[in-house]
Each structure stands twice: as C-alpha cells, then as structure tokens.
C-alpha cells in the first residue's frame, strides 16, 4: 500500500497569512493526487486534482503542486472559511489512501 | 445537478446486519464508479472501496475486504454498503463518493451526505 503523511497535522494561522502544506508519498505517485478541505461536521470538498489543477468554483487563493513522492497545497491569503482540516489522497493505485490531515485553525 | 443522497442515520446493536444505500442523480449512474469513505468520530477519511455499476465490479481496502460488502442496483441507480454482523468499532460517519470517471483509478468530484452509524449495545 501507498502510504501519505501530511506535514504539519495541526496549524494555528492567521487571516492573511501565505499556508503551506505538505503531502509525501512512500512511493511515486506522479501527479494523481488530489487535495479535500474538510470543515467540522461537513462533507469533504474537492479543491485541487491532478495535483495542480483548481477545481471548479474554488477560488484561486488555492493551488497545489508537485510529483511523483512531494506535493503541496498553498493557500496564498488565509481566508475565515478556510479554516478547516486539509487531506490529500493519491489515486495512483489501489487502495487509495487519504493523508491523515492537517488542521488549520486560528491563532 | 449531480447528487448523492444517501440514507439516513441508524443505531445498531453488536452482531446486528445493516445496509446503507447511496442513490445517484442527475448523470449517468453506469459511467462512474462510486467509493465509500469512511470517517470515525474524530479521525480521518479512510477509502473502503469502490464499485462500478455497469458491471458490479468491486476493489476493497485489505482493511475493509471482508468485513463489508459493497453492491448496486443500476436499475435504480443506487450503491450499496453491508455489513452482516456490526461491532462497535464500526460506529463512523460512511460517505459514498463519485469517482470523476468509470475507466480508471480517480479522484472523486460528488460527496454523499454522509450515513452516521452508531453501533452499541
């Protein structure tokens, strides 16, 4: 199985801020990563797929990068609504396998 | 308008069967696969396994192969996820999810509601 870590799993930020978030997987992937925004007691939301390509309707404040093993999500000016927990999943090869998550709140 | 409704929650005892149902709207059922995801209280998304219902072909997670079973009914456009005698582990929020195609291992773009399952004695 693919394993994904996720670094950090937790982050207190602020509004305005530039947020990094990295995905790494134990074998290459290339690009079939996706990254999902969870916010408490809601349904995951696709943001980014294909590892860099913004979703429909996500504002651009979001992109992803990277291939093969390291991807990264960036969100360029922290919001109040992104405040949420962040997942990557790789789609590469069975079984899928979602990241545990990083949680970014307030500061 | 794509949508996954899916059914609504249950409370269970230890040993008790379940089936969960997900039903697709607005877009050809047959042409993607649907996956089910599921969530613990307060813990990450985990992929069960997914099915294509053109056909009824399954993969499985190692962690969930066996311990659940996952089926369609085209007909009706609905997925299906089982199991035959639930423990209290099994308590989670189950999420089916649409995969963005039928022809290859992706992502998915359509999020059920979610199915909480609560399993006590």
């Known amino acids: 199985d693919i394993q994904m870590t996720q670094s950090p799993s937790a982050m207190s930020a602020s509004v305005g801020d530039r947020v990094t978030i990295t995905c790494r997987a134990s074998?290459?992937?290339?690009?079939?990563l996706a990254w999902f925004q969870q916010k408490p007691g809601k349904v995951p939301k696709r943001l980014i797929y294909?590892?860099?390509s913004l979703q429909s309707g996500v504002p651009s404040r979001f992109s992803g990068s990277g291939s093969g093993t390291e991807f990264t999500l960036t969100i360029s000016s922290l919001q109040p609504e992104d405040f949420a927990t962040y997942y990557c999943?790789?789609?590469?090869?069975?079984?899928?396998?979602f990241g545990p998550g990083t949680k970014v709140d307030i500061k | 308008e794509v949508q996954l409704v899916q059914s609504g929650a249950e409370v269970k005892k230890p040993g008790e069967s379940l089936r969960i149902s997900c039903k697709g709207s607005?877009?050809?059922?047959?042409?993607?696969?649907i996956s089910w995801v599921r969530q613990m209280p307060g813990k990450g998304l985990e992929w069960m396994g997914r099915?294509?219902?053109?056909?009824?072909?399954?993969n499985y997670s190692p962690s969930f192969q066996g311990h659940v079973t996952i089926s369609a009914d085209k007909s009706i456009s609905t997925a299906y996820l089982q199991w035959s005698s639930l423990k209290a582990s099994d308590t989670a929020m189950y999420y089916c999810?649409?995969?963005?195609?039928?022809?290859?291992?992706?992502?998915?773009?359509?999020w059920g509601q979610g199915t909480l399952v609560t399993v006590s004695s």
């Open positions: 999810a649409r995969h963005t195609a039928a022809d290859d291992i992706t992502d998915f773009d359509y």
């Open positions: 607005g877009y050809s059922f047959t042409s993607y696969w």
């Open positions: 099915i294509d219902p053109s056909d009824s072909y399954t």
């Open positions: 074998q290459g992937i290339s690009n079939y």
């Open positions: 294909a590892a860099s």
């Open positions: 999943l790789q789609h590469n090869s069975y079984p899928l396998t």
